[in-house]
């Protein structure tokens, strides 16, 4: 590679997970401090950074077609493109590999490592290629600089990585070994957080809610000592496992008022033998089980969860269990796919893998089940009164779009602003939204 002026400008374009989207806005945040500024709307940008997801093998391969339209438009007249960097969780996978199918990228940089960036971009414009990664025992979370502005509804990764290893993914590969940061860390970046402007904040981690600190303090412990930052009205977590819902957090759901009535628990199948096979340690019961806890403890509680069809061997009669669980349960919302085999993974050589035509069948079954099941629970939500979080301006004059409690979408019109949480009346339900009329005292 020929050696490149120092980038003045970047994008950050995010991929996958909210861990992703948390990891990029902390990217994005270095790049400012190094002096690059985020390139305008429309406009090419000095440095690119691609912030990829491994989790499906169509999440994956996009890197290699935007890689390809990235050169491909923004060929300068003097013949140099814009510096690109792969991050994310295709970095971690396939380093070395990306470094040889594409040539045009100048850094390879794995989700552990993305603090080291302003050297590899010193040393992509000496034209040398790098790539980084490592896990390194440091955290990069102190080697980054802290928040300055945010959304109301902003993310805090508190734990990384996952140590459970369902067969089919590729998660604990990418993202290494449970971590979870500091109790007194994540205090102080909440702080900091709600100073920049944040009325809300999601806690995220592969597995949320085996977050354990030191000594011993579960997620519940971080929840009720955030409650405590002023100007901090709402809290939520994900993505959780269902073994570790320990009775401390579902009681946090009945004690903590700033913890919203929301839980995305994924239970991914709905028969027991299919379960096993994903090493998933849960049965179809036990997570009903849990379920039912939550909900005596919160009875409001809106509930989510992700599901996988056409897992290898997985029969209609495997499936028709899953169909009977979303029946059983009554989702709010939840996220379906269709199964995906992943290089390296237990399930990806295993017998039984079920033809695509099959898999799309079950796909679309599932998906009519939970929308139906969405419908249901935000017509059941009409003639509610709730808080509105304002996160942004909608299409009409004066329409302001926002979040419920339930984490539903919520249209009003009124006097409101970004950052406001309005009182607003729940009067209609689609699929998708509600319709609020402000409520005035
Ligand atoms: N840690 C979280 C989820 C991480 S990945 C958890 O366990 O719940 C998000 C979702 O992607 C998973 O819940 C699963 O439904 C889906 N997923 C993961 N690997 C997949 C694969 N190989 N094919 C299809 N979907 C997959
Ligand atoms: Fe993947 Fe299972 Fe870990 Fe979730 S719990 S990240 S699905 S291995
Ligand atoms: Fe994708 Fe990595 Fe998140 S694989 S889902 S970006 S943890």
């Known amino acids: 590679m020929r050696p490149t002026p120092p980038p003045r400008t970047y994008r950050v374009k995010s991929f996958g997970c909210q861990m992703n989207v948390y990891d990029g806005e902390r990217m994005a945040e270095l790049l400012a401090a190094e002096g690059i500024t985020p390139a305008p709307e429309g406009e090419e940008a000095d440095l690119v950074v691609l912030n990829t997801c491994h989790i499906r093998e169509k999440a994956a391969e996009k890197v290699y077609s935007d890689i390809g339209r990235i050169t491909k438009d923004w060929r300068r007249e003097d013949g140099t493109s814009p510096l690109i960097a792969v991050a994310g969780c295709v970095a971690q996978a396939e380093g070395e590999e990306i470094m040889a199918r594409a040539p045009a990228v100048s850094m390879v940089v794995g989700p552990q490592a993305y603090h080291r960036l302003p050297a590899m971009i010193a040393e992509a414009v000496e034209g040398r290629r790098t790539v980084d990664t490592d896990m390194p025992a440091e955290t990069k979370f102190d080697a980054l600089p802290a928040r300055r502005k945010v959304g109301p509804s902003a993310f805090l990764t ?85 073994n570790d819902m320990t009775e401390g957090l579902i009681e946090a759901h009945r004690d903590v008022p700033q913890l919203m009535p929301f839980l995305h628990l994924p239970v991914q199948a709905g028969n027991d033998r299919v379960l096993k096979a994903m090493n998933r340690s849960h049965t179809a019961a036990s997570y009903l089980a849990v379920l039912d806890k939550v909900r005596a403890a919160r009875p409001d509680i809106a509930l989510s969860g992700d599901f996988i069809v056409g897992f290898p061997g997985e029969t209609d009669a495997e499936f028709e269990d899953t169909l009977k669980l979303v029946e059983a349960v009554g989702y709010a919302q939840c996220f379906s796919f269709k199964y995906s085999a992943r290089p390296g993974t237990p399930a990806a050589t295993m017998d039984g893998q079920v033809p695509v035509e099959v898999m799309d069948e079950r796909l679309q079954r599932l998906q009519a089940a939970l929308n139906a099941s969405q419908l249901a629970f935000n017509a059941a939500s009409v003639g509610k009164r709730c808080t ?53 005292n």
């Open 158 to 242: 508190v734990q990384e990585g996952c140590d459970k290893f369902c067969t089919y993914c590729v998660v604990p590969y990418t993202r290494g070994a449970e971590k979870s940061r500091t109790f007194n860390d994540l205090i102080a970046e909440a702080e900091k957080l709600v100073e920049a402007g944040a009325r809300e904040i999601t806690l995220l981690g592969q597995n949320v809610n085996a977050w354990r600190d030191a000594d011993g303090r579960g997620l519940e412990r971080l929840i009720e000592r955030l409650a405590l930052v002023p100007g901090l009205a709402r809290i939520r977590y994900t993505t959780s496992h269902p």
């Open 388 to 440: 509105v979080l304002v996160e942004r301006k909608g299409k009409y004059p004066g329409q302001w779009l926002g979040k419920s409690p339930w984490l539903q979408s919520v249209h009003f019109t009124g006097d409101a602003g970004i950052g406001d949480l309005v009182e607003v009346e729940l009067v209609e339900a689609g699929a998708n939204s509600l319709a609020g009329r402000i409520i005035i």
